[in-house]
């Protein structure tokens, strides 16, 4: 891991009118780090992540992010254009539902490589080549690349929605609720993808999640909600293992034992 | 009294006309991009060119020799009754002939002849926005616009390919104006496209029921979207006009009984009717002359 934290995040809050989304959260990620942040539905866990992923100005707090050139850039001072144009080659957002995330009425194929051409990508073939790669790794058979994914199952969707995500080959990727609505078994297969691509492609990654399983299988580190404020974090198997806040402690025995 | 008297001059109040030329003049300041305009009701259908009526209707003077076509034809039903509306809305002199012409209104065609400095072409507009059937949010595809954000318009001409082996679009064909704005060149053939490139002529889009208009102005550079192992190419065909004898124009097919016959003829009537005149012929000349002749008989 690099001395350079990616992302920079301090004091950030937002509020609806007088209700609070999220309040004072401070943290930062290095590259490479998954974290994890959980807790129970409103919490304000999806609020922090659209803060972060300025699909929401934050009302207070900076966010800064290491730029591919070295600067670290404060997200609310960046212009729209190339706030979007960041979002598009440098981060990824894979949305809990599928449909959110992806275009649901072009081909699989068009689907991966809409942010090559958005790039500037204009050769057909080296297109469908990435796509057709990028299908591979996340185990969607290549005779799939022209159908669209009105005809998939939801964890094909899932896994097209990332593949759609990671072919710019961004450095940060947000995850919300990235295996809701799966069952188990999908499940375990889309988090084994998961973590061998983030491990294999060195990436750093915000999983919101209220699953404690998918917390303690692909984070590193970990960060614990209630009522918009952080109230515990640290190494996930530490947290997991001896919480130490009230609320940690009865969210942790609330895990169902099969 | 005349006719004249109870219209002002084109139809449109001068106020009207004022505030679409003010939109004209930013259009072609920003060449390809869409200016919003207070479209007003046209004594005609939305679909039938209220939006290239009033850009027609905006710019033409006393002196303006104005020619009408429909799908490249000066004798169809719209292209006749916009010209009847401004003989009788303006008085002014019209024309079938490309060359007389300092107006020409258009659907769906750009004539054969070159056009000339001086010469404007209006073209009648039913969606202005190339990004409509991919992005169907106008508040998304202006954004789009404003950012340069124009991966998903690829992204179309991909699926083509993909569905295809080729780029199927074959008219509307989405183009890049100036190297900044992709722009609709309106349901004309691609075949067109490259007629638009560089064009001396002034260029006018009117959408009346989407209430935008565009303009490339003169020597303006347009180019078609491609892929570099997929390149823009233009519709070819087989055989010449079998009325003129013309290659590299585009022909219309017409089905000539009910067992199988049919023509390609030029779909510029004007075009085809002059090189006739020139002495050239096609193939199927004098047979149509002759089949003419025979219920006379």
């Known amino acids: 891991m690099s001395a350079v934290p990616l992302l920079k995040v301090r004091d950030v809050s937002k509020f609806y009118g007088s209700r609070i989304g999220c309040r004072n959260v401070s943290f930062e990620l290095y590259p490479g780090e998954v974290l994890a942040v959980v807790g129970e539905s409103g919490s304000g866990k999806t609020t922090l992540l659209s803060c972060l992923s300025t699909r929401l100005m934050p009302s207070s707090g900076m966010i800064e992010y290491h730029m591919r050139d070295g600067q670290y850039r404060d997200l609310a001072h960046m212009g729209e254009a190339a706030r979007r144009f960041l979002m598009r080659t440098d ?43 990028w299908l591979r790794r996340v185990e ?8 669209q994914p009105r005809a998939f199952s939801g964890g094909m969707r899932q896994r097209l929605q990332i593949a759609r995500n990671l072919v710019t080959s961004p450095r940060l990727v947000f995850m919300d609720e990235p295996t809701g609505g799966l069952d188990v078994s999908v499940q375990a297969r889309l988090l084994d993808l998961v973590r061998g691509l983030v491990h294999d492609l060195g990436l750093a990654a915000i999983i919101v999640t209220h699953d404690l399983a998918v917390a303690r299988l692909l984070s590193h580190r970990m960060m614990v909600m209630k009522d918009g404020a952080v109230i515990e974090q640290g190494l996930t198997d530490r947290v997991l293992d001896d919480p130490r806040e009230p609320y940690t402690q009865l969210l942790v025995s609330s895990i169902l034992q099969v | 009294m005349n006719d004249l008297a109870t219209y002002n001059f084109a139809y449109l109040d001068e106020q009207t006309k004022r505030m679409i030329r003010r939109a004209i003049l930013k259009a072609i300041a920003i ?6 305009f207070a479209s007003r009701e046209m004594p005609m ?9 009033q850009v027609t209707a905006s710019i033409l003077g006393p002196d303006d020799v104005l020619k009408v076509i429909d799908q490249g034809a000066d004798d169809t039903t719209n292209a006749v009754s916009i010209r009847a509306f401004f003989q009788k809305v303006a008085n002014v002199a019209v024309t079938t002939k490309t060359v007389e012409a300092t107006i020409i209104q258009t659907r769906h065609r750009i004539p054969e002849e070159p056009l000339k400095e001086g010469q404007t072409l209006v073209y009648q507009v039913p969606i ?11 508040t998304e595809t202006r954004k789009m616009h404003a950012l340069e ?30 190297g900044r704005y992709v722009m609709d060149p309106s349901p004309t053939p691609k075949f067109d496209n490259p007629k638009m490139h560089m064009s001396e002529a002034l260029q006018l889009f009117g959408a009346g029921r ?9 020597f303006t550079e347009v180019v078609s979207l491609d ?14 006009c079998a009325l003129c004898g013309a290659e590299n124009v585009y022909l219309d097919e017409v089905v000539l009984d009910d067992r199988g016959g049919r023509m390609f003829v030029c779909s510029d009537t004007d075009h085809c009717e002059d090189r006739r005149a020139h002495g050239h012929a096609g193939s199927m000349l004098a047979s149509t002359q002759h089949q003419r002749k025979e219920p006379a008989e």
Not at chain 2, 45 to 53: D, F, H, K, N, S
Request: without cysteine; negative net charge.
């Open chain 2, 210 to 218: 989407e209430k935008r208009i565009y303009a490339v102005p003169p």
């Open chain 2, 45 to 53: 259908p939305y679909g039938w060119g209220t939006g290239g009526v």
């Open chain 2, 31 to 36: 060449p390809g991009y869409q200016v919003p």
């Open chain 2, 128 to 138: 202005p926005e190339p990004l409509r059937f991919l992005e169907p949010r106008e």
């Open chain 1, 140 to 147: 969607i058979g290549e005779d799939r690349i022209d159908d």
């Open chain 1, 91 to 133: 981060w990824g957002f894979v949305h809990q539902n599928p449909a959110d995330g992806l275009r649901m009425t072009v081909s699989a194929g068009a689907n991966v490589g809409e942010r090559l051409m958005a790039v500037g990508d204009r050769h057909y073939g080296n297109i469908r080549a990435s796509a057709s790669d």
């Open chain 2, 149 to 178: 954000e124009y991966g998903l318009m690829h992204v179309k001409l991909y699926e083509d390919i993909s569905r295809n082996g080729h780029i199927a679009t074959t008219y509307a064909y989405p183009v890049k104006v100036e």
């Open chain 2, 227 to 240: 892929f570099e192992d997929h390149p823009f190419e233009i519709q070819t065909f087989e055989k010449p």
